[in-house]
């Protein structure tokens, strides 16, 4: 339950080069089986947003990586957008991840107080976004875009096949302006590779998460798991 803060400082000590902090959610549409159990867990002990908040509040005297939020719509509407952006400024987020907002309703509605707060707000793309959308998506982009590598949910897979891979070759090959981090299925060494080949990173969630679950202190976890991806 207390273990927020010293995964961030475990992870950022070994060389990650950004922290996804997901906000656990009762209908994670998205996620796979992994995450969604995760995800029951710890609202079963209680953990809230704000009590997410409340555990991230002196988290800039000691950590000083990029951390995104990643979330779906109705607990950030249940606290209030204007307060949940109040709150991740203030406690240190950079950023979100919010699969169930669609990029037009975010600059509709949200993308004026978003900037003021100064949280970017990070699309996903998917194998099924046609070229066009993807040049729109990347021109209202001001973080990273997610790729997701596959149409499903999240979860381990041992490599991408080759209509993923040619997914990936396809968007690389547009030169677009924003940056791009594949997830979705990253789950070893080979998966990674895979993905930093045709992107400027990629994020593990599911693996991650079941490493956790492994034996052994938090620094044994922490660092046994990424010696497999590196």
């Not at 906000?23 to 704000?50: C, R």
């Not at 669609?102 to 194998?127: R, S, V």
């Not at 990674?192 to 990173?201: E, L, P, S, T, V």
């Amino acid at each position: 339950m207390n273990d927020t803060f010293r995964t961030i400082t475990e992870l950022e000590k070994r060389g990650v080069d950004m922290i996804e902090i997901g906000i656990p959610f009762s209908d994670p549409i998205a996620d796979g089986p992994v995450i969604q159990k995760s995800g029951t867990k710890a609202l079963l002990n209680g953990m809230t947003l704000n009590l997410l908040f409340e555990q991230l509040k002196e988290i800039r005297e000691y950590s000083q990586v990029p951390l995104i939020l990643m979330g779906y719509i109705n607990p950030i509407m249940r606290m209030g957008i204007e307060k949940f952006l109040e709150n991740a400024s203030r406690n240190g987020i950079d950023g979100v991840i919010i699969p169930d907002l669609p990029p037009e309703e975010f600059n509709e509605k949200y993308k004026d107080l978003f900037e003021q707060a100064g949280i970017i707000n990070n699309f996903l793309i998917t194998p099924q976004s046609p070229e066009e959308r993807l040049k729109q998506i990347d021109g209202w982009s001001k973080g990273f875009l997610y790729m997701v590598s596959s149409a499903s949910t999240t979860g381990s897979r041992e490599s991408f096949d080759e209509i993923q891979l040619e997914y990936f070759k396809r968007v690389d090959e547009m030169k677009l302006a924003t940056p791009r981090l594949i997830g979705f299925g990253i789950s070893n060494k080979t998966t990674f590779d895979q993905a930093c080949r045709f992107a400027n990173g990629a994020i593990i969630g599911s693996a991650f998460i079941d490493a956790l679950g492994a034996n052994g202190s938090l620094a044994q976890k922490v660092t046994g798991f990424l010696e497999t991806i590196r």
